[in-house]
């Protein structure tokens, strides 16, 4: 089959943040069109792909006309005339083109964006949905949304440490159920912070980001909702927590801060200590970063305690990377993956990152940005990649809400083929 690309361009828009990211566009031989925008994070690895920005302050998160005129030019130059069905050799040839390691030449966002909009003008093309295009006649599997009702960290200014508080559908017979299970906990949350005199104001993904006495107080509270709502902890709804421990860990080491919530400065085994105590406690099923990103040793102990309990997932310190995902294979850092596209900045390369950890025998968890658009490519992507469970924020934003109201569209379009199920 062949489709030729025949224009590609782009465009400056905003995300949820109200931050410039890039729109790209392209047009096949045969008249079709596809457009596709790019996300973008604040608690971000510092061995992420470079995401472009412009020197000029025009916004309070810099502009992005150099990746869009990389788009424009460079890469619209080299991929005209190329077959849009042959993704690898798309995203290839764009690796080529820009030449570095981090996609500093071009920017992630400018190579991402071209290589997601190829990628759904070639599904149009091929009369397929998207997921099909991407994941073949035998996908079936909605992922189960870990919704954010929660927030702290850098997404939210308010007295908690950890970054995203999720509740996990685990026990929902389907995907529409096990959305509305969080939906609903979301809003008994958001009664039971009303009654306590507490912020209900939201995050950057739509947690709710209140003034807890503690982090621990925090996760009361949602058990609290788990229960309010009818729900049973740990049957119905479990918990997922990523710390971002980044963000309270001054020089990415084994020193730690817990600032926000005052509960002050914790070593290694202390802060690991701590999530002893919590997985004892709450009905959690996944923790993403409970460590930073340059402590390797500790997240490799963090695993040997409680690997064979939870999902163990490092996002800062893989950043969707098969170099430092192999590294952590190798030393059994963790046991699985957050997989974000615009980390690495094409989906060849996400995909083979995916593939590693399949391999291995890890889990991977499909994951949103904190800046988000309404772009619903993750929810095809995440459903195509088979990965069983995905994470786009809370009930309460446009931009979230359209990945998960995709899902539902991809489950009511699969019937009784649809799967849903944790592991
Ligand atoms: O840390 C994370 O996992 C993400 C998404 O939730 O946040 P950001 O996009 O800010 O990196
Ligand atoms: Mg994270």
């Not at 596709?36 to 000029?56: K, M």
């Not at 998207?130 to 006649?137: D, F, K, M, T």
């Not at 009303?194 to 003034?211: R, W």
């Amino acid at each position: 089959m062949n489709s030729t690309i025949t224009s590609i361009s782009a465009l400056e828009i905003l995300d949820s943040r109200g931050n410039p990211t890039v729109r790209t566009y392209v047009t096949l031989d045969d008249g079709t069109k596809a457009s596709a925008s790019v996300p973008s994070g604040a608690s971000t690895g510092q061995h992420e792909a470079l995401e472009l920005r412009d020197g000029e302050k025009r916004y309070a998160h810099k502009g992005v006309e150099k990746a869009v005129s990389h788009v424009n030019v460079e890469i619209a130059e080299t991929l005209i005339g190329m077959n849009a069905v042959e993704q690898k050799n798309i995203d290839y040839t764009m690796i080529e083109l820009d030449g570095t390691e981090t996609k500093s030449k071009l920017g992630a966002n400018a190579i991402l964006g071209v290589s997601m909009a190829v990628a759904k003008a070639a599904a149009i093309t091929s009369n397929l949905p998207l997921y099909r295009y991407l994941g073949g006649s035998n996908t079936t599997r909605i992922p189960v949304p870990c919704m954010n009702i929660l927030n702290g960290g850098e997404h939210a200014d308010n007295s908690v440490d950890f970054q995203e508080f999720m509740l996990v559908p685990n026990g929902a017979p389907n995907f529409k159920e096990g959305l509305r299970y969080v939906a609903e906990t979301f809003h008994i949350l958001k009664k039971i912070l009303k009654g306590k005199g507490l912020a209900t104001s939201v995050g950057d993904e739509g947690g709710f980001a209140p003034n807890c006495s503690s982090n621990e107080a925090a996760m009361e509270l949602i058990i609290t909702a788990i229960n309010e709502a009818g729900y049973e902890p740990g049957k119905d709804l479990s918990i997922a927590i990523d710390s971002a421990a980044n963000s309270f860990s001054q020089n990415l080491d084994n020193k730690y801060d817990l600032l926000s919530s005052g509960a002050g400065k914790m070593t290694t085994e202390e802060l690991i200590d701590l999530s002893g105590k919590w997985l004892k406690k709450y009905p959690i099923v996944s923790w993403e970063d409970p460590l930073s990103e340059g402590d390797w040793d500790g997240f490799s102990e963090f695993t040997k305690n409680f690997g064979s309990q939870i999902e163990v997932v490092g996002d800062d310190i893989f950043v969707t990377n098969k170099k430092y995902i192999r590294k952590g294979i190798e030393n059994k850092t963790a046991n699985s993956a957050l997989i974000k596209l615009n980390q690495i900045g094409t989906i060849t390369e996400t995909i083979e990152a995916i593939k590693m950890c399949r391999e291995a025998g890890w889990r991977y968890f499909l994951s949103h940005r904190s800046g988000e658009t309404e772009d619903t490519f993750l929810s095809d992507f995440a459903v195509a990649m088979d990965g069983g469970h995905l994470k786009a924020g809370s009930a309460c934003r446009g931009e979230r809400v359209a990945k998960y109201n995709r899902l539902l569209e991809i489950e009511h379009e699969l019937g009784n083929r649809a799967e849903y199920r944790w592991k």
